[in-house]
């Protein structure tokens, strides 16, 4: 039995763009949706973003099959694997860039597992909920909504350090981090 971490509650279509872009999403990247309700961050992601591949995990059954449709009706198949399993049990060993639209006692369940499990320079964007005790590399409040972003390991770490210091970072690093993943 799966235990549900958030109800399905669509991003709209302009806070799935902003949390892609937030992420510098491009080639080189392997996208995880925990959660993944009808797809749209996986579509979004390969066909407007052109990353590698995106992996969505997804509990519900009808919203499940209703994006396979969807992703074969759109022949991204190549592109798009969707696995009807619980969020907690997913391989994030490939993910460049994790997206999340759970609840805080659903980021809370899954912290242990981000922080043991997800890959050095990954990139971990939360829509509406913060991921509590880390230290977010941005947040953006954006069309009424907020989006954090996290690096890890950094983001997981203890101690204090300066969140936009190391945002701009990022983003000056962003084509650096890019080769990093095409080499790892
Ligand atoms: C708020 S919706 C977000 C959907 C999508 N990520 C988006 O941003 O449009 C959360 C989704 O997570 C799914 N979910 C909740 N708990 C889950 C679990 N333990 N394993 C897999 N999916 C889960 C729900 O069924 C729902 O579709």
């Known amino acids: 039995m799966v235990n549900s971490l ?9 806070v799935v763009k902003r ?3 937030i992420a510098y999403v491009g080639p080189k990247d392997i996208v995880i949706d925990l959660g993944c309700g009808d797809g749209r961050i996986l579509i979004a992601a390969v066909k407007d973003f052109g990353a590698d591949k995106a992996i969505g995990y997804e509990m519900r059954k009808d919203l499940y099959k209703q994006t396979l449709n969807d992703i074969e009706r759109q022949n991204l198949e190549d592109k798009i694997t969707l696995i009807n399993d619980d969020l907690l049990k997913a391989d994030l060993s490939q993910a460049t860039v994790i997206t999340l639209y759970l609840t805080t006692s659903g980021n ?14 990954s990139r971990i ?3 509406d909920f913060s991921i509590t005790g880390w230290n977010p590399s941005m947040k953006e409040e954006f069309s009424s909504h907020s989006i954090y972003l996290y690096i890890m390991p950094e983001s997981s770490a203890k101690k204090e350090s300066n969140p936009r210091f190391r945002y ?9 981090i890019q080769r990093y993943f095409s080499k790892n």
């Open 6 to 14: 958030a109800p399905f509650v669509p991003s709209r279509p302009e």
């Open 108 to 121: 809370e369940r899954l912290k242990p597992k981000l922080e043991n499990e997800s890959k050095n320079r």
């Open 168 to 176: 701009k970072y990022f983003r000056h690093q962003a084509s650096k």
């Open 19 to 21: 949390m892609l872009e």
């Open 125 to 127: 964007v939360s829509h």
